[in-house]
Every structure is written in C-alpha cells, then in structure tokens.
C-alpha cells in the first residue's frame, strides 16, 4: 500500500471516497438522478438549475480551496520538520567540533548486527574509551580561548582519524568518548597508543607549537547486560586513575578503581566537614640554629584526626585540598591559627608555613597572606614561606610576582625539599630565596653512599656562596647532626630534636631547648 494510504490523512481521505461511492450507488439505486431531474424541471422558474450549478461551481472551489491548504500545509510541515532537525542536532551535537555530545551518547541505543542469517552474533565486542587532555588548562592560557578552541578542533579531527567518526563524541572541556568495535584486548591497548600518539603531536596554532598529553581508560560494554553509560562511568574511573599517574598514561578499569574513588569520595565529603568545623590544626616542629642550639623557629604542619580518631596524613588530605579547591580556605584558616600561636612566642622565633604548588597559581596569594597577618597582628617579618621547586615551574611569571610581593612586605621564603624536584639550579638562579632546605631523602642516606655526600656537601657549599642559609630535614641521629654541623649547616630539624606538636608545648620546649643550650 502506497505510504500516503497508511498515514492518517490517507485513511481519512479512503473513508471519505468510499462514502462518496456508496452515496453515488445509493442515489442511482433509488433513482435520485432522476429525481433531481424532475426537481430542476419542476422548479426551473424559481432558478433551481442556477443552484445546482452554483453548488456544483462550490463544491469545485471548495475542492481547489482544499487543495492549495493541503500543499500550504505540507510545506508548512516539511518547514517545521526541519527546524526539528536542526534543533535536534544542536542538542545532541558539540557546536565547536561539531561532535556528537553527551546527550547524543546518552540516546545512543546499540543495535545487534548479525554477521549470519539467523540474526545471534554480534559483529564484534564494544570497548568504551575515555581520553582527557592533560595540560590543556595552561595552553589555554597560553595562547588565549580561541587558540584552545582550535586546539580542540585540531584533537577531534585527530581523534576522528583513528576511530568511526560516528562513534567519537565530546563529552565537554577537554574530555572526549570513543566507541571502538571488535577490538582484542591486545589491539585495545594498541588503540589506546595510538590515540595518545595522535593527541601528543605538536600542533601548530598562530604560529606557536603547542602540545598537550591524553590520559585514557577504557572497558568493554556487557552488551545485554547494562547500559552504554554505565560502561563509560567505569571508563571514566580507569581515565582518572591513569590521570593520576601522570600525563600520557592508559588503563583497563579494574575493580579496585571503583573502591578507591568510593574512599576519595568519603574523604573528600569529610575534608569539607572538617574544614568547616576548623578540625584541621597546625602542629609545630622546631627549627634549631645549630650554632646557638636554640629554637629558632617552628614550621607549622597540618594534623588531622578524624571522627573515628583515625589520624590522616597531610600528603593525602592536602592532596585532596588541592584538587578540589578547598586548599585556599584551608591555608587561611591554619594560617590564622598558626599566627595567634606564633605571637606566644619570643620575637626572634619565626613561623615557616608551607605553601602547595597549586596555590601558586592563585595571583592573590601574597594579598592574601598580607590580610591573614594583619589581621592576626604577626609582623611579616616572623613568617617565612616554604615552597617546593614543583611550585615554580607551573607559571614562573606568576610565581616571582607573589616572591616578590611577599619580599617587599618582609616575608622571608624558603626553598622546601630542595633537590627532589627537576630544575633545582635553574629555580635558585632564577628566584631569590632566604633559606633552602635540603630533603630529608639525602639527609638519610648520604653517610652510605659517598657519591651522595659529595652532592650534599656542594649544596651547602651552594649556599654559602649564594649567601643563603641552610637547613637540614629529617635529622634522626647524633652522628648526622655533627656531620652536617662540620659541612655548615645552617639550621636543622628532625626527630633527633623534636617531633611535631601541639601549640600548647611548644614554649615549654622553648624553654627546655634554652636551658640545654645554657648547660651545654
Ligand atoms: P615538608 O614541608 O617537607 O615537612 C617535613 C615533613 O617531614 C613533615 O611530614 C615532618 O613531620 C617530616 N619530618 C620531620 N622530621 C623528620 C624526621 O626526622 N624523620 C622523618 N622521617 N620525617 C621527618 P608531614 O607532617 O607528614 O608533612 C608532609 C608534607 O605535607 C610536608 O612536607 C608538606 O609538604 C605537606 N604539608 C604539611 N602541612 C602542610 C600545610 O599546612 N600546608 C601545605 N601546603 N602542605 C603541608
Ligand atoms: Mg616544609
Ligand atoms: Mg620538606
């Protein structure tokens, strides 16, 4: 049956012909031809065959009126049909790469192909691959919104090269989705390869040579079983656990992914909690100037107990702090404390506060600090910063700002763990820092390997020619401590002299630190 003949309108104009034979056999069965005959006879002098010729001329314009309505009508429909498609593909496309998007996968309905007549094989295992640009924020900044924007381009269209175009869609920001079909897992691992290679290939915009990294995960999809999305969530898992392992790297997801986002996710809704009710509080450790042996100063280390009294390791909540942006409210808040604890002390004792590299990117940080010590009443010359060398080369522009900002206002700054970052010369030659302070990592190991003490000796050597101090981590024993007082150090701290602690010990070590230095 032609298609018009199925529609509604091709059955109601069906309906309205068969009533129309049916009244045409109806009236020649009981003679109503002849009939009207006799009527237009009959009453021809009252102008009945000028009505009938006037109904009959009607219903022919009614006829033609009909018609035109209809082709109205039809290209008003096709009109409307298309600004339907249009504003479908607007929801379900990426207008910069003009990629499929989120909501397009999220329709997405995968159908069996069978590969034989009976229709049960499926042409092939689906694998779910999520890739995330890594480093994209700062070539963002780098080369301005629209360079990122054709960055972007650029990465689809490399994406789309290796893959089904149909099947790669742009999940937003930097993140993209590939549906890849029959892969082993061999040739899984392959592809993944492959999209890092076409992702890390320099790209050249306005004439800069840009590069950003790719981190993937992928799964396979349980065909039957559940749905796309569900593979793609567990994709994502296995993406942001090879994102922690640094750029470029890929990963199958494994169970074990979903238990540690389970336990991040905990950590994270407790961190907040704890920020909130200011449960987060500095410890101290002391500095010793080893020429006097008394307390210079304490660097204040963050110290978390949680509500099950289980204590939680700075390198794992800042960590969280960082990402999740909750870093700055938590710096000013142990901050604050740490200043009202420092002006308990004497004045020549100063407060060291770590810094964390991702502050660094933060163009208030010295305005900042500056409010959280007027507003505590410590003088900026008792505070010194302590940064690591991973802190510099994020953005080294902003980073000397902030140094020279607190600089000029009489923060002091230490260069923290020196020697275990990259570029450790570069960043002493380039900054001007008070104080650096060697790594405990060296501290360590450097009685047992002669080629690490000559290191350590040249950085105190470096030092003292460069006219900054210096101090040592981590001291633990009695024969370090007098090794790295004949090398000239500086300052130390370790165990060997304290361990960190409570605000409300730290004058009574003053205190008993001052009375052995008296008796010694
Ligand atoms: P860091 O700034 O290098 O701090 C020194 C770390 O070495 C501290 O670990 C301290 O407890 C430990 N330590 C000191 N003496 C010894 C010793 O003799 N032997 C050994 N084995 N370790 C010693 P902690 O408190 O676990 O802090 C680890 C890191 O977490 C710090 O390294 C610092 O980078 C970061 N951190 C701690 N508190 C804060 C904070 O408030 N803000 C920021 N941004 N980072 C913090
Ligand atoms: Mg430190
Ligand atoms: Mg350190």
Redesign the pocket.
Same mark, same amino acid.
């Given at each position: 049956m032609p298609v018009f003949f199925r529609s509604r309108a091709g059955r109601q104009c069906l309906s309205v012909i068969a009533l129309g034979v049916t009244l045409w056999i109806a009236g020649a069965t009981l003679g109503f031809s002849d009939w009207l005959a006799a009527f237009v006879t009959d009453f021809a002098r009252y102008g009945a065959d000028k009505l009938i010729l006037a109904l009959g001329i009607g219903g022919a314009m009614s006829f033609v009126y009909s018609v035109l309505r209809i082709v109205d009508l039809r290209s008003e429909m096709e009109l409307r049909a298309r600004a339907q498609a249009k504003a479908d593909w607007t929801a379900t496309h990426d207008h910069l790469t003009k990629l499929p998007n989120r909501y397009a996968f999220e329709r997405k309905v995968l159908r069996r192909k069978p590969t034989d007549d009976d229709g049960e094989e499926w042409a092939g295992n689906v694998t779910v691959f999520c890739v995330d640009l890594d480093g994209f924020k700062k070539v963002n900044d780098l080369i301005g919104h629209n360079g990122g924007d054709a960055l972007l381009v650029e990465v689809s269209k490399r994406i789309c090269a290796i893959g089904n175009a149909d099947c790669v869609y742009r999940f937003g920001g930097d993140e993209f989705l590939i549906l890849a079909i029959g892969l082993s897992s061999a040739a899984e691992e392959r592809f993944a390869r492959l999209l890092i290679q076409a992702v890390t290939r320099p790209i050249l915009i306005n004439g800069f040579a840009v590069e950003v990294g790719a981190s993937i995960g992928y799964d396979r999809w349980a065909e039957d079983s559940e749905q796309l999305e569900a593979t793609a969530h567990r994709a994502d898992l296995a993406m942001y656990e090879a994102k922690s392992r640094g750029p470029n790297h890929y990963l199958a997801f494994e169970e074990t992914m979903r238990d540690k986002v389970a336990t991040r996710a905990s950590l994270e809704a407790k961190l907040r909690v704890a920020i909130q009710k200011k449960a987060i509080r500095?410890f101290y450790?002391p500095l010793i100037d080893l020429r006097t042996g008394g307390v210079c100063g304490f660097?204040?280390?963050?110290r978390w107990t949680d509500e099950e009294g289980v204590s939680i390791?700075?390198?794992v909540f800042?960590a969280i702090a960082e990402e999740t942006g909750l870093?700055t409210a938590l710096?000013e808040d142990?901050l604050a404390q740490a200043c009202r604890d420092a002006l308990t002390w004497q004045d020549s004792i100063t407060l060291s506060?770590?810094?964390?590299p991702v502050?660094m990117e933060d163009k208030l940080l010295a305005a900042r600090i500056l409010k959280v010590l007027s507003a505590n009443g410590l003088p900026p010359q008792r505070l010194e910063i $302590?940064i690591?060398e991973n802190a510099l080369i994020q953005d080294p522009a902003s980073a000397a700002a902030i140094l020279d900002d607190l600089h000029e206002a009489g923060v002091q700054v230490a260069l923290?763990?020196f020697g275990t970052g990259y570029s450790s010369l570069e960043q002493l030659a380039r900054y001007r820092f008070d104080k650096i302070?060697i790594?405990?990592s060296f501290i360590a190991t450097y009685r047992d390997d002669e080629r690490q003490e000559k290191i350590v000796r040249a950085m105190f050597g470096l030092g003292r020619s460069l006219n900054i101090a210096t101090t040592a981590?981590?001291? $633990?024993e009695h024969r370090q401590l007098s090794n790295l007082i004949q090398l000239g150090c500086d300052i130390g701290?370790?165990?060997?002299f304290g361990?960190?602690m409570p605000a409300e010990e730290t004058c009574a070590f003053v205190s008993n630190q001052t009375a052995i230095k008296v008796a010694g």
């Open positions: 500095p450790q660097e204040a280390l963050a390791p700075p390198i800042i870093i710096f142990l506060f770590n810094v964390s502050q $302590e690591t923290d763990d302070k790594d405990k981590e981590g001291i $633990e701290q370790g165990y060997l361990k960190p």
